[in-house]
Structures are given as C-alpha cells and as structure tokens.
C-alpha cells in the first residue's frame, strides 16, 4: 500500500510542475511574445501543465487523513525523553529570565 505521505508528495509534485507548465506556456505566448499562443510549443505545454494539474488533484489527500498519520520524529521523541517534560538545560533562557516569566504568569 502506498503510504499517505507520499500520496501527498506526487500530489504536490503534479500540482507544481502543473502550474510551471502552464505559467511557462503563457510567459512565452502572451507575456514575451516568443511564439504564438497557438503553436506547438505553447499548447504541449499548456496541455502537460493542464494533465500535472489534473493528477495533482487525483492524488490529493483529505487533510484529515494527511494529520492523522503519527509522524516518526514525535514518536521517538516521546519514547526517548517520557514525554513533553521540560528540560531547562536545553532552554536558552537563563535562570532569572525564568523568573521574569513564572512572574509575569502569576500576574
């Protein structure tokens, strides 16, 4: 089975190249003039662009479903460390900058 994340992937990658396609094809027939809008050129890049865009959306994943997968870096973390306890030696605020804060919260 294809994993979510890489469904996404393919359907980020049809969804760019799509509109570079398409962007690249009007760039060069209406904006700079190269060739005309109705060459070659033109509309096999429009119509390449235009089939990405088409795929980009086939693949698209509900966000729902793209959120519910369990990301690799959360697990380890939580399995290493116990948890979200808080470490202070990690912090790069100091002692009395934590004071300044557990104050400013009491206020």
């Not at 994340?5 to 396609?21: Q, W, Y």
């Not at 002692?95 to 104050?103: H, I, V």
Request: net charge negative; glycine share 8%; charged share 20%.
């Amino acid at each position: 089975m294809i994993s979510v994340r890489f469904v996404a992937l393919l359907s980020t990658f049809f969804l760019v190249t799509g509109a570079l396609l398409v962007g690249d094809a009007l760039h060069g027939s209406v904006v700079t003039g190269q060739y005309p809008a109705t060459s070659p050129a033109a509309v096999v890049r429009a119509v390449a662009g235009l089939v990405c865009i088409a795929l980009g959306y086939r693949f698209q994943t509900p966000p729902d479903e793209y959120t519910s997968v369990p990301s690799a870096e959360s697990a380890e973390s939580s399995s290493d460390e116990g948890g979200s306890d808080f470490d202070s030696e990690l912090s790069p605020l100091s002692d009395e900058q934590f004071e300044d804060l557990d104050a400013d919260e009491e206020k």
